[in-house]
């Protein structure tokens, strides 16, 4: 899911949707004339809205976070992405445009803060109780994540805040850094965990299996709870 809506974002880009043309900052003759006008592609916006909640929700899953921490952490990335985009598409040709443009991208941050807070005291409390193939691969994909992430308010802040680079490095540098959080994330994921006889369980068996019916319902009638078989069961 997460590869496939950031196809369908990519080619919408490549299509000439999911772009506006904001107002941005000019300093050079008569600015108080000109008004010079940047694309901003609020389409990876959308794509960022559906696809960074589900690797969240894989994180969640391989530590075994609680359902209230991965919630949190979830909402908080709602609000990253929602204020980010309001600050992307903010007019910024004039001093107060600007810093309301700010203003957002600082609430965006203070939503980042939180997911940090959720992942590396949470996650990493949480992890400790997993074999340590489960803990170690999580604390990879954590690591990586956190410091990939961490460079898109980066890019954000040359770009689109500032002025400073064009639109042509703005598309290089995103596509760079979401090949590495995307792909590099679902690959590693999918190719470096295999269950083993040391490993946890990741999903409940309710989870992964159709409802049983009947009898075996389980306590809350989901179905029985149990772990994702091993090679030896």
Not at 149 to 154: G, L, Q, S
Not at 174 to 187: M, N, P, Q, R, S
Request: charged fraction near 15%; include cysteine.
């Amino acid at each position: 899911m997460v590869l496939t809506c950031a196809m369908v974002s990519y080619f919408a880009m490549a299509t000439g949707l999911g772009i506006a043309d904001i107002a941005t900052k000019y300093t050079g003759p008569r600015a108080g004339v000109v008004h010079l006008f940047r694309e901003v592609y609020y389409a990876r916006y959308i794509d960022w809205l559906i696809t960074t909640p589900l690797l969240l929700v894989s994180l969640g899953f391989l530590a075994g976070l609680s359902p209230s921490d991965t919630l949190l952490a979830i909402l908080a990335d709602v609000l990253m992405i929602v204020t980010g985009l309001l600050a992307g598409i903010r007019g910024s040709h004039y001093n107060a445009g600007e810093r309301y443009k700010w203003g957002w991208f600082a609430v965006s941050c203070a939503a980042f803060l939180v997911i940090w807070y959720v992942l590396v005291v949470g996650g990493m409390k949480a992890a400790k109780q997993r074999a340590s193939k489960t803990r170690g691969l999580f604390y990879l994909l954590t690591g990586m994540t956190l410091l990939l992430w961490t460079a898109y308010p980066i890019v954000w802040g040359l770009t689109e805040g500032s002025n400073t680079i064009s639109v042509d490095s703005e598309i290089i540098a995103y596509a760079v850094l979401d090949v590495a959080a995307k792909i590099g994330f679902t690959f590693m994921l999918l190719l470096i965990h295999g269950h083993g006889d040391e490993d946890n369980y990741i999903l409940p068996d309710w989870f992964v299996n159709p409802r049983a019916g009947g009898q075996g319902l389980g306590r809350e009638g989901r179905g029985n709870y149990g772990a994702i078989p091993g090679r030896d069961e």
